[in-house]
């Protein structure tokens, strides 16, 4: 069973950093690439940042790539965002997401999120 555990969250002022953690199990880390989303109540999923199954390629939405980075550990079968500089368009709630292929297209999984809100 995919299990997807979230944690890093809080309350920060503006300019200040998080680093989020996700541990994953239930699945073999290493051959899968690894993503962050987010999303705000009432608003849909926006995907925030992924990585390859190595940690060699980094992918960001426009909006956070000078500001953030995603990073992970296959060894500890985790991956991390570290975000900087945060504003308060940045409060949502964020999951790492894991895309599966299936023979009917795609299935993703979440963890239950962890709740980052930027507030001065």
């Known amino acids: 069973e995919v299990r997807l555990v979230e944690s890093g969250g809080g309350t920060v002022q503006p300019g200040n950093s998080l680093r989020l953690s996700c541990e994953a199990s239930?699945?073999?880390?290493?051959?899968?690439?690894m993503h962050w989303v987010r999303q705000v109540p009432g608003k849909g999923l926006e995907w925030v940042a992924g990585i390859n199954w190595n940690g060699a390629m980094e992918y960001y939405a426009d909006s956070m790539k000078a500001r953030f980075i995603i990073s992970r550990d296959n060894a500890k079968n985790s991956v991390y965002l570290q975000m900087n500089s945060l504003k308060p368009e940045d409060t949502a709630v964020y999951y790492c997401?894991?895309?599966?292929?299936?023979?009917?297209?795609?299935?993703?999984?979440r963890g239950q999120g962890t709740q980052v809100t930027v507030s001065a």
């Open positions: 997401n894991l895309v599966v292929a299936t023979t009917s297209g795609r299935r993703d999984y």
């Open positions: 239930g699945f073999t880390f290493g051959d899968y690439a």
